[in-house]
């Protein structure tokens, strides 16, 4: 399946409505088992694949191709389009950006392409580098760590640049039972308050809940623009429509978003009341 799909296919494919895209979506998750509902609706998502292939900050080698890259992105988006479910609360677009994204990273780190004398130096360097920050108290420079392994600090510049490993804030450091996750060891210099930390989590599900309540191409638009940082005319591009439609249906979206937001707090300050 992933092999037949790729994004050249995508301009050649029928665009659904929100209404049509909706009926296909209730006729899968009705019938996990038809295969045709599925691929239907993997191609119409093509565009998120595309999107993410686009822009994955990643280090890599000339070994890695975009075909590489792309076929690990639909696989990601078939993966999302199977387990996908609308109960859990977050829009597909959402959920699906990120098991792409995930399933790229994650194909890319299993494969080793360092031969195994250059992993070897960058192991070296790496438990100097380690030593000598216990040691100082801080990180070491290049010129600290080629005293310690007697090499040319311009070696140990081109040796860490060979380091293309790629690194997660959710990855553990050590391998124990009482490792933490390497974003547990970031330190929050704005943390909120309790009652901070309540008013921004009621304000999402707020958000959350006006955003559910906007037509489909709407919240995508508002999930393009917002969570992933594209202009309107990227979005434009990647959902085939004009650049001044885009802003209009923008603005449509925040408009709609102030009236459901000021309904709920009106309903809430109501029922305060009595």
Known sequence: MSQGLD????????????????????????NKSNKEYRNRIIV????????VVGRV???LPPTFSIEDISSYGVEGLI???????????????????????????????????????ARKKIKD????????KQKLGR???????SQVLGWEKEKVDQVLAEDTTITSIYDKKGSSDESVEVIDTIQDT??????EAMEEKDSKKQLEYALARLPERERMIMV????ENMTLKEIGETIEISESRVCQLHAQAIMKLKNILSENRSERLKKSII
């Open 57 to 59: 900050k990643v280090a």
């Open 79 to 117: 993966d999302a389009v199977e387990k996908y479910s609308p109960e859990h609360g977050a829009s597909f677009e959402t959920y699906a950006l990120m098991r792409i994204r995930g399933n790229i990273i994650d194909k890319v780190r299993s494969q080793d392409f360092l031969p195994r004398t």
């Open 224 to 227: 393009l623009y917002y969570h």
């Open 125 to 132: 360097v790496k438990t100097v580098q380690e030593d000598l």
């Open 190 to 195: 704005n943390r909120l308050t309790p009652q």
């Open 7 to 30: 994004n050249n296919s995508y301009s050649n494919v029928k665009k659904l409505g929100d209404a049509e895209l909706k009926e296909l979506w209730d006729k899968y998750l009705n």
């Open 139 to 145: 990180q070491p420079t290049s010129r600290e760590i």
């Open 44 to 51: 119409q998502y093509l565009y998120l694949t595309r999107y």
